[in-house]
């Protein structure tokens, strides 16, 4: 990344040059237009033949148009294939007459002040106004609807309301939390505000002194994200701030000063690709609507880099690469993706749309496997940012099925067990992870579980909103698939942030143990455990096992001297008229799947909110106890679990009728030609074999080719004896959790 810093400067000196002469933009008020060619270079200065408005809108319409993301003079060209691809035109009139109902253009900046109706404007409109996202609505409403003049009026009286504002000091601070400058909402605005006047420079109603008043604004508000992040803040919010920085550095480089911009700009990007893209390509806050809104952040910069010719340091390309990589990796078999934390693009969706974020990643690498995801557009709001060329490349998109089998994210804690890529196939992601920086977008689901079959998130999680009155239940446990003690949830010290958006955060959280990880052709395995109890005196452990081609095993288990009451919440509609140990959820294409307890458990109660629903299965009054819990999909009422069958038979898998002869408390087995699962087992015998553990523990153990296969599938290191009928030659290893001891049984 260092590289990347020597390149930007020397590319900085190269484009502006070194000036002395020229005056220093101020960061606090709104340049004259008049006084506009004081703070250009000196090489530009002397470009321009006639000093004035008109000489100086011309020049920069000519500029834009060879800097931009495409030539504005294309605009007719492409927006009657932007209404047939995106069909919104209606959904941008619903926006823009929405917000042309609520705000004068004229409108006020600092709170308390009201809508046009009388009602208040409360923080979390203000910080959408701030945004000035709807200001596109309007824009394109404009040339959607009889291309009224007053639209084109209303955007150009806006801007200015806030350039009065600033010179007034009457506009919110970011010390409150929802600061109109603050870099987040002041590097959106920058981003709309240049994609509306790119559209505008067209149109005669948008005179030469309406399009310096915007550049004079524009270059106010890169001064003022300059000045203010002069040094690294973790997040999102300096991120999107410093990538609008770096798009005005680049378009506006004819003003002294601006080399400067670009570099802190880039300077500060590269921190955060370092800093908050993990090692494992995951962006640091466990979010797919982060790590989409992250690649965004990027791209603007390194689309518009590259079409001016500005190299970029091909580790800065990698680490953009690799994060359409990761959305790869964690996508659903139907191509979509779990939700993980504060995904928040369609509250309660129960899946991630990343054919968006997946199409631009195909349209900057041309990669199959990200083509495999994309569709025929990018999110509608990226494609004003995409070149002609590129738009055109959206016609013919190469597809390749990826290959990625189970994989984790070590450093972001997510672990995913998939068994392959067909539409219904299985795959099941578990979260194990806290972030060491920032917890804020982070739910209470350590450990929990979400799963996809038969193209069904059956065991789902859902999307969530800040400004929704229940935000705060639907990041915590009782929406989520984990383990709970009494009446604890992980979630705890909720506080909201002072801004009044109504975002806001778990100030404890638990902490995770990753025990042990490991695929192999039989099964996949993840055990881990957390502190969330231990304010309760309980400890706490959950295993996951995906039986290849099969179904899954969890098992919870809760360690006390006191008694409590433990319990697993499950996500979705089930029913239970075969009581708590086996639980159903069904799909209208008949498939669904079963939820069976394979030790007994007291009771079952099924509670939503929102259209959602949960059912919390429970054992009471237990100092220790596991849940072994099998998770199996179905397609077809005739592949069902057989609720009335004495014997369980799962997929093959016979439990409690093993060969073996078991000993232990709680016992538990499921038997198939190739090999046996234990669990709460001490000592296992055949005719010719023993094998024993002092304490309990869970195996699988499998005799093949003249072999013994015993793999620890358990959360504690155990030392296992194996003995043949001539004790003397009984062997002794000691096993971590996930280790496979292979023996030879001919020399037993």
Do not use: C
């Amino acid at each position: 990344m260092r590289r990347l810093v020597i390149l930007v400067m020397f590319f900085a000196i190269a484009f502006f040059g070194v000036e002395s002469t020229a005056q220093t933009i101020p960061e606090n008020s709104v340049i004259p237009i008049e006084n506009l060619t004081d703070y250009l270079s000196k090489s530009v200065r002397k470009e321009l033949k006639e000093p004035g408005s008109k000489s100086l809108a011309k020049y920069f319409r000519e500029k834009f148009s060879e800097r931009f993301f495409y030539d504005y003079q294309t605009f007719y060209d492409r927006l009657p294939h932007y209404n047939s691809l995106y069909e919104n035109s209606e959904e941008h009139q619903i926006r823009a007459l929405d917000h042309l109902r609520k705000y004068a253009d004229s409108t006020q900046w600092l709170l308390p002040f009201n809508y046009l109706n009388g009602e208040p404007v409360n923080a979390y409109a203000l910080r959408h106004l701030a945004r000035q996202h709807k200001m596109v609505d309007i824009a394109l409403h404009y040339f959607n609807g009889d291309k009224n003049p007053k639209h084109i009026q209303y955007f150009e009286n806006q801007m200015r309301s806030l350039n009065a504002a600033l010179h007034a000091d009457a506009y919110e601070k970011i010390e409150d939390g929802n600061g109109v400058f603050e870099a987040f909402r002041s590097g959106y605005r920058i981003l709309n505000w240049l994609w509306i006047h790119n559209m505008f420079l067209n149109e005669a109603e948008y005179s030469d002194e309406d399009q310096l008043v915007t550049l004079a604004t524009l270059l106010q508000h890169g001064q003022h994200l300059y000045e203010r992040n002069g040094q690294f803040r973790s997040g999102n919010h300096q991120t999107r701030g410093v990538s609008a920085l770096a798009m005005l550095a680049i378009l506006l480089r004819d003003f002294a000063g601006t080399d400067l911009w670009l570099e802190r700009a880039m300077r500060r990007l590269s921190e955060h690709l370092d800093k908050e893209i993990n090692a494992d390509g995951f962006q640091f806050e466990r979010s797919v609507h982060y790590h989409m809104s992250d690649i965004n952040n990027y791209f603007y910069v390194y689309q518009l880099a590259k079409l001016n010719s500005i190299e970029v340091d091909k580790a800065w390309e990698e680490k953009l690469k690799g994060l359409f990589t990761t959305l790869v990796k964690v996508a659903y078999p139907d191509r979509s993706a779990p939700v993980l934390q504060d995904d928040t693009d369609i509250p309660w969706a129960e899946t991630n749309d990343i054919s968006g974020a997946m199409t631009l990643g195909y349209l900057l690498f041309e990669d199959p496997a990200f083509g495999y995801f994309a569709s025929d557009k990018v999110d509608d709001r990226v494609y004003w940012f995409l070149s002609n060329d590129q738009v055109k490349l959206l016609e013919n998109n190469k597809q390749r099925q990826p290959t990625y089998g189970s994989l984790s994210f070590e450093d972001t804690g997510y672990f995913i067990m998939r068994e392959g890529w067909d539409s219904d196939d299985k795959m099941m992601i578990i979260s194990a992870g806290l972030d060491d920086k920032k917890t804020d977008h982070q739910h209470g689901d350590m450990l929990g579980i979400q799963a996809m079959a038969n193209g069904h998130a059956i065991l789902p999680n859902y999307q969530v909103r800040y400004s929704l009155k229940d935000f705060d239940q639907f990041k915590n446990s009782m929406v989520k698939n984990v383990a709970l003690v009494d009446h604890e949830l992980q979630g705890k010290e909720w506080t909201s942030n002072q801004g009044g958006s109504g975002f806001g955060k778990f100030r404890n959280l638990p902490n995770p143990e990753v025990i042990t990880w490991e695929v192999n052709d039989d099964f996949d395995l993840f055990a881990g455990r957390h502190n969330g109890f231990e304010n309760v005196g309980v400890e706490y452990t959950r295993q996951v096992i995906f039986v290849k081609n099969g179904f899954w095993m969890v098992k919870d288990g809760f360690k006390s001297a006191d008694a409590h009451d433990y319990k697993q919440v499950w996500q979705g509609h089930y029913t239970d008229e075969n009581g708590p140990n086996l639980l159903r959820a069904t799909t209208p294409d008949a498939s669904g799947h079963d939820i069976l307890q394979l030790i007994q458990t007291d009771s079952v109660y099924s509670a939503g909110a929102r259209g959602k629903h949960w059912s919390v299965v429970s054992k009471s009054d237990q100092a220790d106890f596991s849940f072994l819990t099998i998770i199996y999909p179905f397609r077809g009422y005739e592949n069902r679990l057989d609720e009335a069958a004495e014997e369980k038979i799962i997929q093959g898998w016979a439990v409690n009728q093993s060969e073996w002869e078991i000993a232990g408390g709680n016992t538990v087995s499921l038997s198939a030609d190739n090999g046996t699962f234990v669990f709460n087992v001490k000592e296992l015998k055949s005719q010719n074999l023993t094998i024993q553990s002092p304490e309990e523990t869970d195996l699988f153990i499998k005799i093949q080719d003249k072999q013994l296969f015993i793999h620890s599938i358990g959360t504690q290191q155990q030392t296992l004896t194996v003995m043949p009928k001539d004790v003397s030659r009984r062997t002794t290893k000691t096993l971590k959790p996930g280790e496979l001891w292979v023996l030879d049984i001919h020399t037993q």
